[in-house]
């Protein structure tokens, strides 16, 4: 830890501009310099989740080279030793062997060379032949030029891999010929062909074009630059964490990286700085010329399709060739202020890792909480063929609601009522701010609501709401978080997506929450619509927040099967 103290803010200072006080780093986050080495005295467990992944005090952000190996997990991720503010950044680890419970250990890369003296930033992680792991990463050098960095396990013969050696001839892949220096991140894990040539992308832009930028090598230390980007799009600005990977268009399983054939979609990911959001899309992968065409059921100029609607970023997958599936990582951001974050002592968790599917439509990605979530089931509650009337509720009472699984099915039994769609009608998250969860509707909107207090003076509301539209019936999915707090100066921003389902044909939807005191992560239609909100009650806190099913459109809502599960709280590093 000693050789923490030198990190340096070089970096810091000479990639960004100064505005109203604050440093803006380029393509990353606001700097708070009086704030990123200021402890917290004392850390305040009133919003801390219990079931989310958390180190037990300080700033974290992007997870960092997943991995499975040798029946361990790895999660590396970016991490402030000194402050609950971006800052000081290393990669801290932590191992488990289910996702759930975790055990912290040393940071395993942190600014200690000159190839990235000024910041150890994102990265990934790829398994080479001999089963040997290696980590590719963003350092900041000298020049604040960010520039690709490998690392190693120094001893693989520990199981946790503590510890990680950064070899002398890094970097191995800098920006040269053109390359913006302070636009050129995040390694991906790289996947091998059959010419014996590994391939990565590194994410870029070229004035508003966001790019991911191909290399390729036959060493995995040698890296050439491909002509041509693997994709680009315009508009759309820097690509900030990229990920590309195949998914399968038949059955249940993940598909290791280097998987190429029939029976194939492939997914490209970006994390647009421009709005800090992530946006996918579907398609397929030209080997031979080493381009990625997009299949077009999507937009590609991130307004298309999302991981996640709400507050999400920065994710990462990893094959898990121990259970033979793809499995998600993301980032949640703290929304309360910057002075909040410092007087609690911590700011960050990590989404509740998810599987990802393709969906039997081939138009989408479906995800659902790793399995292994379920072992923190304790005592349930559920309602079995309830109608919720219109303007009606009810309360699920018998357990401890501001940490808690919930599962419900609702059926429609009519439809006549819905509301007319508005071609005008574009962008789901608008449409969720104008019609809210008090605006009340024809078929919704019905749903829960998270973190309610007594008199529903709080709450944060998940729902359904559905339009009739000129050819088929259109599904909206929102997160309302408008009157989550009384507390004054929060940012309580509303969030919607588009349900892609055919509510015509079976009547049906299905939505799961996970709400964990300041996080409520919501699944919407088996996973095929994700939303995850950060709220701070000041009411509805521990045993005095309350969860209800209500429905505020015209037509009534049966809850057909709702199952609510009190969540043990799992060893979370330490804590």
């Known amino acids: 830890m000693a050789i923490l103290s030198r990190i340096s803010l070089l970096a810091a200072v000479a990639l960004c501009c100064l505005r109203n006080g604050v440093v803006d780093v380029e393509g990353s986050h606001d700097v708070y310099q009086e704030l990123m080495s200021v402890p917290a005295e004392v850390v305040d467990s009133k919003y801390r989740t219990q079931f989310h992944f958390q180190p037990p005090r300080n700033w974290i952000n992007d997870p960092n080279g997943p991995m499975y190996y040798n029946g361990i997990y790895h999660l590396f991720y970016q991490y402030n030793p000194y402050g609950a503010v971006w800052g000081n950044i290393v990669w801290a680890h932590s191992v488990s062997t289910d ?28 398994i080479l032949p001999g089963n040997k792991p290696a980590i590719l990463y963003t350092g900041i050098d000298p020049q604040n030029r960010q520039v690709q960095n490998i690392a190693f396990p120094k001893n693989l013969s520990d199981p946790y891999l503590r510890e990680w050696v950064k070899p002398d001839y890094n970097p191995i892949i800098a920006p040269v010929n053109g390359i913006n220096a302070s636009a050129f991140r995040d390694p991906t894990t790289a996947w091998h062909g059959p010419d014996g040539h590994w391939r990565l992308v590194i994410g870029s832009k070229r004035k508003h074009r966001g790019m991911a930028i191909m290399y390729r090598s036959r060493d995995f230390i040698h890296w050439i630059r491909a002509k041509h980007p693997l994709h680009s799009a315009n508009g759309t600005g820097m690509w900030e964490c990229p990920d590309f990977y195949p998914v399968a268009t038949q059955g249940k399983l993940g598909v290791d990286t280097s998987e190429y054939g029939a029976g194939l979609k492939y997914v490209l990911k970006a ?3 421009l709005t800090r959001y992530e946006y996918y899309t579907l398609g397929y992968y030209l080997r031979d010329v080493d381009k990625y065409v997009p299949d077009g059921t999507s937009a590609d100029d991130g307004s298309g399709l999302r991981y996640d609607y709400g507050n999400f970023y920065a994710s990462k997958t990893f094959y898990d060739a121990g259970k033979k599936r793809r499995v998600l990582l993301g980032w949640s951001n703290e929304s309360d202020s910057r002075q909040d974050d410092v007087s609690k002592g911590w700011a960050g968790i990590q989404i509740i890792p998810r599987v990802v599917l393709l969906d039997s439509n081939e138009r989408q990605l479906i995800q659902w909480p790793i399995k292994e979530l379920e072992t923190l089931r304790g005592k349930l509650v559920s309602v079995q063929k309830k109608k919720i009337k219109s303007g009606g509720s009810l309360e699920i009472s018998g357990i401890m609601a501001s940490q808690a699984d919930v599962e419900v099915a609702f059926e429609l039994s009519s439809l006549e009522k819905a509301e007319p769609f508005d071609a005008s009608w574009t962008d789901p998250q608008k449409l969720c701010e104008l019609k809210g969860a008090d605006v009340k509707g024809g078929v919704g909107p019905f ?9 529903r003076q709080e709450q944060t509301a998940v729902f359904f709401r559905i339009f009739k539209g000129l050819n088929s019936f259109v599904a909206l999915m929102c997160h309302d978080p408008s009157k989550s707090s009384l507390r004054p100066g929060l940012s309580k921003p509303i969030y919607g997506g588009w349900v892609d389902v055919d509510i015509q044909k079976n009547g049906k939807l299905s939505l799961r929450s996970l709400i964990d005191h300041s996080v409520v992560e919501s699944f919407g239609a088996e996973g095929r619509t994700c939303i995850t909100s950060r709220v701070y ?13 209500f429905n505020n459109g015209e037509e009534d809502v049966k809850v057909s099967e709702l199952k609510a599960w009190e969540m043990r709280k799992p060893l979370m590093n330490g804590i």
């Open 537 to 549: 009650p000041s009411l509805a806190v521990g045993n005095a927040a309350h969860l209800f099913v």
């Open 447 to 455: 749903g829960l609501l998270a973190l309610a207090s007594a008199n």
């Open 99 to 126: 996702m759930i419970n975790w055990k912290a250990l040393e940071p395993a890369i942190y600014p200690s060379k000159p190839f990235g003296v000024n910041g150890c930033w994102s990265g990934s992680a790829t």
């Open 271 to 273: 994390s647009l700085d």
